[in-house]
Nanobody
């Protein structure tokens, strides 16, 4: 069973930065594609960013392009989401997700494993 644990969420002022991490318990971490999603109250879960096996391909939602950067460290089985220039509309619970042999997938249904989420709150 693959487990994912997010960390790094918190409260930040608009314009600030946060770095989310996702620790993945998988013996063959490098064959997993990873995704980041978020869900605000009363809204559906939406795609934020994704990274393929070996980090070859990345995709970003238009709303975060140029502000967020996703990465992976296959030596430590960890994914990261660096979030800069945060806006109040970025406030949500952020989830990481994983799927074996996935490319940089963008739909929640593409992923098999999910973390519990971490709250990000951006104040004005």
């Amino acid at each position: 069973q693959v487990q994912l644990v997010e960390s790094g969420g918190g409260l930040v002022q608009a314009g600030g930065s946060l770095r989310l991490s996702c620790a993945v318990s998988a013996r063959t971490f490098n064959i997993y594609g990873l995704g980041w999603f978020r869900q605000a109250p009363g809204k559906e879960r939406e795609f934020v960013a994704s990274i393929s096996m070996y980090g070859i391909q990345k995709n970003y939602a238009a709303s975060v392009e140029g502000r967020f950067t996703c990465s992976r460290d296959d030596a430590t089985n960890t994914a990261h989401l660096q979030m800069n220039a945060l806006r109040t509309e970025d406030t949500a619970v952020y989830y990481c997700a994983a799927k074996r042999y996935a490319q940089a997938a963008m739909a929640p249904s593409d992923y098999d494993y999910w973390g519990q989420g971490t709250q990000v709150t951006v104040s004005s």
